[in-house]
């Protein structure tokens, strides 16, 4: 147990000089290094590595068939025989075939631009969460402050006789308050790097660099928006596979053509012959056709992929008229979370301020008791926490929206 616990230990130090050894990054650096060391973008390039490789397996020939015979064919004496036998499909068959590999190898490297696009959404989102802990955090040592000098205030006044326990333990809630909010932002900070620097996969730790957190770039709706041309590609592709699978289906139907070669001995004249002499070997050539008439199971296997087919489809209208319906939504909250930073930006954040001020003034000047400092002090603070909370929102709304309308 006690080995246990020094594991832990050693463990939980470690990460503790990982974390603090951190290398601020910017967000498109982020995104180059990602692009180089995802493990899950890997893994796409890989498939495509794996798809170029088998391109050329469309043509595959079966196999030779070569038999050999030994006994009495045309007399009392033994003869020997082999024959040579190949079976070959016509050339729509190996093209059908061909086709389906070259879509499947195509999907593959859109899937991994799908997979660019959804690492970039994920990052961007994850630095908005770290810019977002940042700005919490500066909120929350500024209370720390507010609530540390009003306890050492109360405490004072207490030790003279000027005001009672009650406003003494007030003011030592307020400040544990906010000490427990800066132990669980520190928490939820480490959480969040670890999920940026797992995304990133490379050796050295990065953190975030100190960017503007309340200036991102506004948008304007596009009334013509039809979907990310990223995720329709690769839709569309998934039509030209399930079509490509279709007429490979049908090529099956195609005749097959057979061509063999036989070579044998042969002695004596028949059966009762008592005398022979060695013959010349003897040769011939044959050639047949292989009409599938027994085509039930093949023709209800062309019926099933023309389902697959008109699935394609649907996926394709649904997948659009999905991107759609985010876009419409997504541009929806955006302008309603504009509105409300916009709010904040131009009077929210100076009402704060006055309130924050003329409650100190008061305050220490006697015209207001403790209770009323405090639900005013609270109340400033409560704005500026709100617009934080907001401007998150609002910038994760425009990652969002940036992310749908990437090309």
Request: net charge positive; glycine share 4%; proline share 1%.
């Amino acid at each position: 147990m006690k080995q246990l616990i020094k594991i832990i230990t050693a463990f939980s130090v470690l990460i503790a000089i990982q974390l603090k050894a951190q290398t601020p990054i910017s967000l498109e650096s982020a995104y180059e290094k990602a692009f180089k060391n995802n493990l899950n973008l890997k893994n796409g390039q890989l498939r495509i590595d794996y798809q170029d490789k088998i391109k050329k397996s469309y043509a595959v020939v079966d196999p030779l068939n070569i038999s050999g015979e030994i006994g009495q064919f045309v007399s009392a004496y033994t003869d020997n025989k082999f024959s040579v036998n190949q079976t070959l499909r016509l050339p729509g068959f190996y093209n059908s075939q061909k086709q389906v590999l070259m879509e499947e190898w195509k999907n593959s490297m859109l899937n991994l631009d799908v997979q660019k696009w959804q690492l970039k959404r994920e990052i961007a989102l994850i630095y908005n969460e770290l810019n977002y802990q940042n700005e919490k955090e500066k909120l929350l040592l500024r209370a720390d402050s507010i609530y540390t000098n009003y306890y050492r205030r109360a405490e004072f006044r207490l030790k003279k006789g000027e005001s009672n326990i009650l406003e003494k333990t007030t003011a030592e809630n307020y400040r544990s308050q906010a000490e427990i909010q800066l132990t669980n932002l520190k928490k939820d900070r480490e959480v969040s790097l670890y999920q940026f620097n797992y995304l990133i996969n490379d050796e050295t730790m990065y953190s975030n660099e100190n960017s503007n957190f309340y200036e991102m770039n506004g948008l304007t709706q596009d009334l013509n928006y039809v979907g990310n041309p990223i995720v329709l590609k690769q839709l569309e592709q998934q039509k030209a596979i399930e079509l490509a699978k279709l007429n490979a289906e049908k090529s099956k139907l195609l005749p097959t053509f057979n061509i063999g070669y036989n070579n044998s001995s042969m002695y004596g004249t028949g059966a009762d012959d008592k005398f022979y002499e060695r013959s010349a070997r003897f040769h011939s050539g044959m050639i047949g056709v292989g009409i599938p008439l027994f085509n039930g199971a093949q023709k209800s296997l062309i019926e099933g992929q023309k389902i697959n087919q008109l699935i394609a489809e649907n996926n394709y209208e649904f997948g659009s008229k999905n991107l759609k319906n985010q876009y419409a939504t997504l541009f929806g909250e955006y302008e309603k979370l504009k509105s409300e930073s916009d709010y904040y930006k131009s009077k929210g954040l100076k009402n704060a301020e006055t309130i924050m001020k003329t409650a100190n003034r008061l305050y220490y000047e006697g015209e207001i008791n403790y209770l009323e400092w405090s639900i005013l002090i609270n109340q400033s603070l409560d704005i500026q926490n709100k617009f934080i909370d907001t401007q998150k929102l609002l910038n994760e709304k425009i990652i969002q929206l940036n992310n749908l309308t990437q090309q």
